[in-house]
T-cell receptor, first 115, second 112 residues
Framework: DGGITQSPKYLFRKEGQNVTLSCEQN?????MYWYRQDPGQGLRLIYY???????QKGDIAEGYSVSREKKESFPLTVTSAQKNPTAFYLC??????????????FGPGTRLTVT | QQQVKQSPQSLIVQKGGISIINCAYE??????FPWYQQFPGKGPALLIA???DVSEKKEGRFTISFNKSAKQFSLHIMDSQPGDSATYFC???????????WGAGTKLIIKP
């Protein structure tokens, strides 16, 4: 079964702790993305990566960090510097093509609660 | 110029009716316009997408209408069903990169 897995589905942390969210894909996609979604809100891009060992900041990168050491994996660390980390986090991946449809495939999400 | 404006924020439609969600953009470099459907607690999934070389694309009960001169596109759901109740996002992408610029979403409720 091809797809994107995110773990865990629910995550609880104390304020001041760093936490890492896992994202793995077996779709052989080059590009991967992290989004944050707040209740009743749209998707806001945190980081994206188009190739291994390279990644770019999105619109709301402050307080987050990522790595892309393998094509299949794009973990997101929510650091203690993130002021309001409680949210639903979505990982996605897509093909990278010279011309084509850039469908993004999403994982099931991780709901992070920080108290 | 990078924004995609989506309306309405929420929509209630009777079962069997037509649901219409609208999006507008400014950047003429956008040339890929998808609609995603998201159920509560799940990730979004691609519903239907269009390129600006056609004015309409239909897949089952779902139709995208595209007006290039007005820089607007819309999703029409015919014969709306309670199972269509979800949040719908429009998006746009320029051909030069792979990012999607997202609308704010529309929460659709279909009343039985």
């Amino acid at each position: 079964d091809g797809g994107i897995t995110q773990s865990p589905k629910y995550l609880f942390r104390k304020e001041g702790q760093n936490v890492t969210l896992s994202c793995e894909q077996n779709l052989n996609h080059d590009a991967m993305y992290w989004y944050r979604q707040d209740p009743g809100q749209g998707l806001r891009l945190i980081y994206y990566s188009q190739i291994v060992n390279d990644f770019q900041k999105g619109d709301i990168a402050e307080g987050y960090s990522v790595s892309r050491e393998k094509k299949e994996s794009f973990p997101l660390t929510v650091t203690s510097a993130q002021k309001n980390p409680t949210a639903f986090y979505l990982c996605a991946s897509s093909m990278v093509a010279a011309w084509g449809d850039y469908e993004q495939y999403f994982g099931p999400g991780t709901r992070l609660t920080v108290t | 110029q990078q924004q995609v404006k989506q309306s309405p924020q929420s929509l209630i439609v009777q079962k069997g009716g037509i649901s219409i969600i609208n999006c507008a953009y400014e950047n003429t470099a956008f040339d890929y316009f998808p609609w995603y459907q998201q159920f509560p607690g799940k990730g979004p999934a691609l519903l239907i997408a269009i390129r600006p070389d056609v004015s309409e694309k239909k897949e089952g009960r779902f139709t995208i209408s595209f007006n290039k001169s007005a820089k607007q596109f819309s999703l029409h759901i015919m014969d709306s069903q309670p199972g269509d109740s979800a949040t719908y996002f429009c998006a746009a992408s320029p051909d030069s990169n792979y990012q999607l610029i997202w609308g704010a979403g529309t929460k659709l409720i279909i009343k039985p």
